[in-house]
């Protein structure tokens, strides 16, 4: 999960989340002064710039023969849409807990919703819950028709808000605070999880009782990792996506 330092400009820095505090700040005050470099090889954005993983079921995929195709263990083709425009529709000041939200209506993403129509209407429940001790929950994917997501989190408050919706987002307020960036990539993240378990049928499991080594887990994460990516260095680093993927994840 990558972590943000909101600048008095508006801008939201964006570092890995194995970058030590102390140097995130140095980083910030660099930016502050002035520097045109101050990340020193840390991974950092001004906002995310990630690609989802899409499969044979988009409605618009690439030529058969496209490059941008590359196949995993499980014989599955797939390709990366990217998500360079996609952005948060409204400020999260305003997201309160139990308010729901049509994914279109809290996530402008017009190259997702031509591959995949039907997320348009996903549900995104807006929840405020603080866990014990330094754990944090940014948001969660649930699926109970496919057994997936932690659903004990979510209140009788917000399934009542959802009216029985069986799949849907969860966003933690408590956690993501009120920056749009912090927003955006953890609905990209969990918008990876819906195209691969509801839209394509991914194997999200795998053969790993490990939560962080399942494929689809792993999927989401390397979603992210490729932040700063344009997309001629995605094209050019196909194979290296598809061995980080294929050694990650317990297929």
Known sequence: MAKYISMPDGVDLEFDDHIPEHEMWQAADAYAN???NPFQGMVAETGPKVAIFAGENAKNPPAPNSDRWFTLPDKR?????????AQVLGSPSYFQKGDVYRLEDILSHSDLYSQYPQLRSLPVVIGD????????TYGMYINKSFGYGDSNKITPEEYKALGGSNEFIWLN???LGESPAS???????ETQHAVGISQEGFDYKGNSKDYWHRPG??????VENRATMTPEERKK???QL????ESIGDW
């Open 237 to 239: 680093t196909i194979y």
């Open 129 to 136: 819950s603080k866990d014990e001790g330094n754990k944090q």
């Open 242 to 245: 598809k061995n980080n993927l």
């Open 77 to 85: 083709k797939r390709f990366e849409i990217d998500d360079s425009k």
């Open 34 to 36: 002035g520097d045109t």
């Open 217 to 222: 887990e792993a999927s989401a994460r390397e």
């Open 173 to 175: 307020k408590a956690d």
């Open 183 to 189: 927003y955006l990539n953890t609905l990209l993240h």
